[in-house]
């Protein structure tokens, strides 16, 4: 048995070498099961960081959890795929290289975009696998020879089958509409993408003449440069001000311009002067009533958000100093009526925080609604479930309200759409197609053009749960691996990519059928519905400060999850994620809670050091057990612990707090309650197992005990501390490792601890009678160490202390584990007592028995008296001051609730203190 484990745990020499040897060892490859296979499957796709990432605390709070559960099911028989990639993240990664161009003083049109695109291939060969390098350091168990990237060729082509599939079933289409416009990356992005901020704004009065009257009406505005684009002014059918009005027209300011005054709801009386100025070019609910109304379309912004030509004299100003422009003239000839403040949600580019721009665009959307309706429905029948319960009804509130999806992106970095124009005279004939056309259709020209835009990056990457897959053609992965067992991932994409997979899983794999076998073998027979990209959906909390606040460098609180790996190691750090990761609850993320698992791992590490010191020392007994443990099966039944021979009652006791133990750590993980499998497994390891077993077996350890004993006992210590350690291992992967191959010599049967079986439940291990007895001698030895504490006994002074029971078992069961008890609680000897014990100094009355710690110290009992007195007065002075505030009624209706249950708790104290100062001070008197 090789178990030269050095004295101290130094976490980074062990982790980095793991990580390399479980990616050399190839060790989570998984190749494709053949048909029929029994064994249950479990599918977990990664979301693809962006190619332009680095790591992040929400990033690593979403591998801890994977990793977590993939690990799990691995150990229980699974054949377990986690699916690996990055995503090429268009606007992201367009922008980096666009930046690297700056410095050498050239933009992308320098270049053209054969050449750009060119430059960023070779940008991602050298700087984007930094993530994924991170992931491996991490010791992420994927299946790294199934590794994508989403701009990889197989799955290029899936992307331009869905597109040209959607568009001959007319679900996409092409149009100009409204978009949200980003001035800086000069594309159209989504609603979603647009991240809105509260803001102190203005908003503006304006008056516009009636033609042939006096009458003005008066409209509000908070972007007055966008009244040049105005077709219209709208009023309500309803608004008895304006009846008159109706069918007439305004002259528009500055521009002296005729446009009518029309009847729409878009003007609701109860808002602002009842009457609104309609620019259809220039905001989606304008451009919706221009369309009722027949209503000319004027673009008066280009897509750098400069004034056009169509401002007239304000052409080629930028779009706030056009605005400083407009006002001053506005003012100046008597339009302006009024400025006032208002509070306002301007949306920001989510990418580079630019402003957005309402702008008239022809783009290409995804007619939504139908794929929408099956993929709420997947979630309403439960075909999929998400957890927590609450985003499940968010999910399916904002799908209710979806609106048609943009998918086009004025970038050169993506998918190019699968489109071509005709350009041949006035032909124009479009073009979509799953490889570029040779000549056009209609007129048979050659002369074809490829669209420029490219899609989404949401749109390829909402398809990855079956294109990973092998997706258009059918696969026998897919038959294994499809749908996906489970994704975990944040909130925030939850409509992004969560639900854009649910609709285009249900739509491309409508028909599709898991293999049955597998399928039944997996828990999911019940499932009917195998178009789901996935049967479950977990949605992590957010990691916040310590002082829970969001991090942002704004604030410059961002924790770096490397800087804490390397200074507390990557299980301490994995430990703190999981043990605070309470399903719905945000994670507080505080560095004392990681230095404090950094412990937990040195007391693991120093705990295998015990055991190894031992079972060298016990030979040829070394021998034997290595022998035991090395003879398991690859896959053991997993129950309980196999050739555990418990012969005393902390044996019995120790397997059955396993078998407990083990039963509340599946259950945990079964319903991603991480935060109780942690807490669970750091009770057991440093409670149960450190501080109490390995105490109570010392003496049986001892060369005194006699070789047969000792063997016993050390093999009962091996093979629990081998299964324990499996238990612990797909939290704390990396120590886990290290000193299980050192229990096997570096030759286990199996390569990793990570293929070996996870502990299960033996119900026949669970040792009631065992767990009550224990419990009763750890609460008399916790009461004699708090005693001992009190009265200031030194820790090195043994002291003998006197125990009455109340029935005879107890006083057998005190008597029989006499010498641990003495031991753990320091005493010199335990008399035992048939006669009731005095309520005296240094006593402890409990339900099961009363203690008493014989010790007597040498004191001035005068002034102990006086101590005590005086101690007493001011608890007492304490607890009048306390029962006035209570009594007051006054006080009681001002007071925050908080404040009165602080004083009442406060209360409750003092009575407790006070009783037990009298009780002191009558001690002294006998």
């Not at 989510?350 to 429905?377: H, M, Y």
């Not at 350690?725 to 050192?742: A, D, G, K, N, Y």
């Not at 009631?768 to 750890?778: D, H």
Request: hydrophobic letters at 40%; a neutral charge.
């Amino acid at each position: 048995m090789r178990h030269e484990l050095p004295k101290s745990y130094e976490p980074g020499a062990i982790e980095a070498r793991w990580a390399e040897y479980w990616i050399k060892e190839k060790l989570f490859f998984v190749p494709t099961p053949p048909p029929g296979e029994t064994r249950p499957v479990f599918t977990l796709l990664l979301p693809p960081p962006n190619v332009t990432g680095r790591l992040h605390m929400g990033h690593m709070l979403n591998q801890t959890q994977m990793d977590i559960i993939v690990r799990w099911h691995r150990m229980r028989g699974f054949i377990t795929l986690w699916l690996p990639g990055t995503d090429h993240a268009g606007i992201a990664t367009q922008m980096m290289v666009e930046r690297d161009l700056a410095k050498e003083g050239k933009k992308r049109r320098d270049l053209g975009r054969e050449k750009f695109i060119e430059r960023v291939w070779e940008w991602k060969r050298h700087y984007g696998g930094a993530i994924l390098d991170q992931m491996k350091r991490l010791g992420a168990s994927v299946d790294w020879d199934r590794e994508y990237f989403t701009m990889d060729e197989n799955l290029s082509r899936a992307v331009r089958e869905v597109f040209v599939r959607l568009y001959e079933e007319g679900l996409i289409y092409r149009g100009k509409y409204i978009v949200n416009w980003c001035p800086r990356c000069e594309t159209a992005i989504s609603d979603l993408e647009v991240k809105h901020e509260d803001v102190a704004g203005k908003l503006w009065e304006i008056r516009y003449p009636v033609v042939g009257s006096n009458e003005f009406i008066t409209v509000a505005t908070t972007r007055p440069e966008t009244m040049l684009g105005d077709t219209a002014v709208a009023v309500n059918e309803k608004d008895e001000r304006y009846k008159h009005l109706h069918g007439k027209k305004v002259r528009l300011p500055l521009m002296n311009r005729e446009i009518p005054i029309i009847v729409d709801e878009l003007a609701q009386p109860e808002f602002g002067t009842g009457a609104v100025k309609v620019t259809p070019a220039h905001d989606p609910n304008d451009f919706a009533a221009g369309k009722r109304h027949n209503l000319q379309q004027i673009d008066v912004m280009d897509e750098h958000a400069h004034m056009n030509q169509n401002a007239g004299r304000y052409a080629n100003v930028d779009r706030y100093e056009a605005r400083k422009m407009v006002l001053t003239d506005l003012r100046e000839q008597g339009f302006l009526v009024a400025e006032k403040d208002y509070a306002l949600a301007l949306g920001k580019c989510d990418r580079c925080g630019t402003v957005i721009e309402p702008r008239l665009s022809e783009q290409w959307f995804v007619k939504i609604q139908p794929l929408a309706d099956r993929a709420k429905e997947a979630v309403e029948s439960g075909e999929i479930t998400i957890v927590p319960e609450n985003y499940r009804q968010i999910y399916l509130n904002w799908m209710n309200n979806i609106y048609d999806w943009c998918i086009s992106r004025q970038l050169w970095w993506g998918h190019r759409i699968p489109a071509w124009t005709c350009t041949n005279g006035a032909c124009g004939e479009l073009i979509v197609a799953r490889e570029a056309p040779s000549s056009c259709g209609k007129c048979g020209s050659t002369k074809v053009e490829q669209v420029s835009d490219v899609l989404d990056t949401w749109f390829s990457s909402g398809l990855l749960p079956f294109t990973t897959l092998g997706w258009p053609e059918k696969t026998r992965d897919q038959e294994v691996f499809y749908p996906t067992t489970l994704l975990i991932t944040a909130y925030e994409i939850l409509f992004f990519w969560v639900a854009r997979m649910i609709m285009f899983g249900c739509h491309f794999m409508q028909g599709h059928e898991q293999d049955a076998a597998i399928k039944r073998a997996s828990g999911w027979g019940d499932k009917k519905n195998d178009s789901v990209p996935f049967r479950q959906v977990y949605i992590h909390a957010l990691v916040r400060d310590a002082e829970r606040q969001k991090m942002s460098k704004t604030k410059g609180n961002v924790i770096d999850p490397l800087h804490i790996i390397e200074r507390f190691g990557t299980d301490a750090t994995r430990f703190t994620l999981a043990a605070m990761a309470a399903p719905g609850t945000d994670i507080a993320f505080n560095e004392n809670r990681t230095e404090g698992y950094r412990a937990f791992a040195n007391k693991i590490w120093n705990a295998a050091r015990f055991m190894f010191m031992n079972v060298d020392r016990i030979e040829p007994g070394v021998a034997k057990v290595a022998a035991v443990i090395a003879a398991l099966p690859p896959h053991p039944s997993g129950k309980g612990i196999e050739d555990f021979q418990p012969s005393t009652l902390e044996d019995r006791w120790i397997l059955s707090r396993f078998n407990r133990v083990t039963k509340d750590v599946n259950d945990a993980l079964a319903t991603y309650r991480f935060h109780e499998a942690a807490n669970r497994i750091y009770d057991f390891f440093w409670g149960e197992f450190c501080d109490w077993y390995l105490e109570l077996i010392k003496p049986r350890l001892s060369e005194e005990a006699g070789d047969a004993l000792a063997k016993v006992a050390c093999q009962n210590l091996v093979n629990l501390f081998e299964a324990s350690l499996r238990l612990l291992h797909p939290i704390m992967p990396f120590i886990t490792e290290e000193i299980w191959q050192s229990i096997y010599e570096g030759k286990p049967v199996l390569r990793s601890i990570a293929l070996a079986e996870y502990p299960q439940t033996d119900e026949k291990q669970i040792d009631l009678q065992a767990e009550t007895e224990m419990a009763i001698l750890q609460d008399l030895i916790v009461n004699v160490r708090n005693v001992r504490a009190e009265l200031k006994v030194e820790p090195k002074v043994k002291v003998p202390i006197r125990v009455h029971a109340h029935q005879a078992e107890i006083m057998a069961l005190i008597a029989q584990n006499r010498g641990a008890v003495e031991r753990l609680a320091n005493v010199e000897n335990v008399d035992l007592t048939e006669h009731p014990l005095v309520d005296t100094l240094g006593a402890r009355r409990t339900a099961r028995y009363d203690v008493m710690v014989i010790y007597e110290k040498k004191i001035n009992i005068a002034a102990e008296r006086d101590r005590l007195t005086k101690e007493l007065e001011k608890i007492e002075r304490e607890i009048a001051n306390g029962q006035r505030q209570l009594s007051n009624e006054q006080f009681l209706a001002k007071a925050p609730p908080h404040v009165v249950d602080g004083i009442r708790k406060r209360a409750q104290d003092l009575t407790v203190q006070q009783e037990k100062t009298k009780s002191q001070l009558s001690a002294l008197g006998s």
